[in-house]
């Protein structure tokens, strides 16, 4: 499966993105979905997960609150939506596709992965 992540921009700190992630090449419906975030010199982290059905979802600390995963499995697309963005929000998100049904933080689990997109959050 291909992954094509989107929506990534500039954005002042307060305001919102929507980040969308296309799967092309056989269907997702099955797998949980996630996206993870990378800065420079720092280790690619979890920010959100959902299950094959969207039923449950999982979020780092960090976004709780602000942040909304979703998923539609007839348009093969997940999202996620970026509420009260703070710097320190600012990263390259990347989506990826697991290998079981319901989300988890490990990246090993995943196996599929987008090419990401950039967000910056100015002060």
């Known amino acids: 499966v291909q992954l094509q992540a989107c929506g990534g921009g500039l954005v002042q700190a307060g305001g919102s993105l929507r980040l969308s992630c296309a799967a092309s090449?056989?269907?997702?419906?099955?797998?949980?979905m996630g996206w993870f975030r990378q800065t420079p010199g720092k280790e690619r982290e979890f920010v959100a997960g959902?299950?094959?059905?969207?039923?449950?979802?999982s979020y780092s600390s960090s976004v709780k609150g602000r942040f909304t995963i979703s998923r539609d499995n007839a348009k093969n697309t997940m999202y996620l939506q970026m509420n009260s963005l703070k710097p320190d929000d600012t990263a390259v998100y990347y989506c990826?596709?697991?290998?079981?049904?319901?989300?988890?933080?490990?990246?090993?689990?995943?196996?599929?992965w987008g090419q990401g997109t950039q967000v910056t959050v100015s002060s």
């Open positions: 959902i299950s094959w059905n969207g039923s449950i979802t």
């Open positions: 990826a596709a697991a290998r079981t049904a319901v989300p988890t933080d490990v990246m090993n689990y995943y196996r599929s």
């Open positions: 090449g056989r269907t997702v419906s099955n797998n949980a």
